[in-house]
């Protein structure tokens, strides 16, 4: 009861998934669409961990309803590397050792794409200012910022 279908173009494919409206984006990834990539941290918007892009623009997705985000362009971790090939700033990661245990890292590259492209990784401070959402309970954050940092140029 209270389930209707709902459309969701994630990573180039649009999938219809049978799901109540309460549903957010992040658990409709994980639980009706098996992209586990994206991390559930906190659940309340203050960790990071499920940081995806939705047209273009960063966003934690256990904030959004999934129904809201029918139409729009959803990319998350597993849509990034094309096919064989990495991303750069997936690449750029494994070059600085961006992680310890890995659980925030789909949420910090997501987050670093978002931080090059907007322009806001013009120094170490402007990174740190911008990625300050996504957090790393190992710290890392050394590593992560020279990641970023080496994919802005
Ligand atoms: Fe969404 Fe922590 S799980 S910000």
Same mark, same amino acid.
């Given at each position: ?108 590259? $997501? !987050? #670093?794409?978002? =931080? ?5 990784? /013009?120094?170490? @401070?402007?990174? *740190? %200012?911008? $990625? !300050? #959402?996504?957090? =790393? ?5 050394? /590593?992560?910022? @020279?990641?970023? *940092? %080496?994919?802005?140029?």
């Amino acid at each position: 009861e209270g389930v209707s279908a709902m459309r969701l173009n994630v990573n180039g494919t649009v999938r219809t998934i049978q799901a109540e409206p309460r549903v957010t984006l992040l658990d409709a990834l994980r639980e009706y669409l098996d992209l586990t990539g994206t991390k559930k941290g906190c659940d309340h918007g203050q960790c990071g961990a499920c940081t995806v892009h939705i047209d273009g623009r960063r966003v934690n997705s256990c904030l959004t309803l999934a129904v809201m985000n029918q139409g729009k362009e959803i990319t998350t971790i597993e849509g990034l590397a094309k096919g064989e090939d990495l991303h750069p700033m997936q690449e750029a990661f494994i070059k600085h050792d961006g992680f310890q245990c890995g659980y925030c890292t789909p949420g910090q590259i $997501m !987050s #670093g794409v978002a =931080c090059v492209r907007e322009g806001h990784a /013009n120094s170490e @401070a402007e990174i *740190r %200012e911008y $990625m !300050s #959402g996504n957090l =790393c309970r190992c710290g890392a954050y050394p /590593n992560i910022v @020279a990641a970023v *940092r %080496e994919v802005a140029g």
